[in-house]
């Protein structure tokens, strides 16, 4: 397939577990971004890696969220002691370098902290 | 900041009616502008955009307009359908001059189109 990939679609976890989502960019596109939607919060900005430049992390809202990036492809956000507010759907995104480029959006990881 | 704020919704209209959401940003700079758009079940998707002052975006029979003056980017249809029945994101990009993409997503607006 051509387009952003996320996994798992859906995951349920009890509060103070950990979670990793993984997400697989388009191949060749050097930019990647995660965004969360949330009922209260909207569509919020959470972190950006752009080829090898450090990370901009200024949207992550707490020490708990953390993201990497391997090889200028696959990402990994992952989330410790997960927390009920955590509950959101977690959105990738990939583009070509500029910023006029169009995000191409994946279908979002539905996270449920119970 | 940069900040969006879109038009409230819910929005019901009847097949063929004109569609009008309304879009305001706050920016430094010149940010390229977007709507996205995201159908039942379906990821976000860009709908169309525009990238510099008076641009106009248009896609599907959908169209918006860049007006630096009034920082706004309204969106508008002359003849909305069923299947335009989804949820509209008026979003903004950050302004040029680096290669820094991160957009700042208005509310939303849900679209109901009746036949």
């Known amino acids: ?114 | 900041g940069n900040s969006v704020t879109q038009m409230e919704g819910p929005v019901t209209l009847s097949e063929e009616a004109f569609l009008t959401i309304n879009c305001t940003y706050t920016a430094t700079g010149y940010p390229s502008l977007f709507w996205y758009v995201q159908y039942p079940g379906e990821g976000l998707q860009l709908l169309l955009k525009a990238t510099k002052a008076d641009d106009k975006g248009s896609n599907k029979g959908f169209e918006a307009t860049y007006r630096k003056e009034t920082t706004s980017f309204h969106l508008e249809k002359g003849s909305v359908q069923v299947s335009d029945s989804a949820v509209y994101f008026c979003v903004l990009g950050r302004a040029g001059g680096t290669s820094y993409g991160k957009l700042t997503f208005g509310q939303g607006t849900i679209l109901t189109v009746h036949p």
Request: glycine residues 12%.
């Open chain 1, 1 to 114: 397939g051509a387009g952003v990939s996320q996994s798992p679609s859906n995951k349920v976890t009890e509060k103070g577990k950990d979670v990793e989502l993984r997400c697989d960019p388009i191949s060749g596109h050097t930019a990647l971004y995660w965004y969360r939607q949330s009922l209260g919060q909207g569509l919020e900005f959470l972190i950006y890696f752009q080829g090898n430049s450090a990370p901009d992390k200024s949207g992550l809202p707490s020490d708990r969220f953390s993201a990497e990036r391997t090889g200028g492809s696959v990402s990994t956000l992952t989330i410790q002691r997960t927390q009920q507010e955590d509950s959101a759907v977690y959105l990738c995104a990939s583009s070509l370098e500029s910023e006029g480029n169009e995000q191409f959006f994946g279908p979002g990881t539905r996270l449920t902290v119970l």
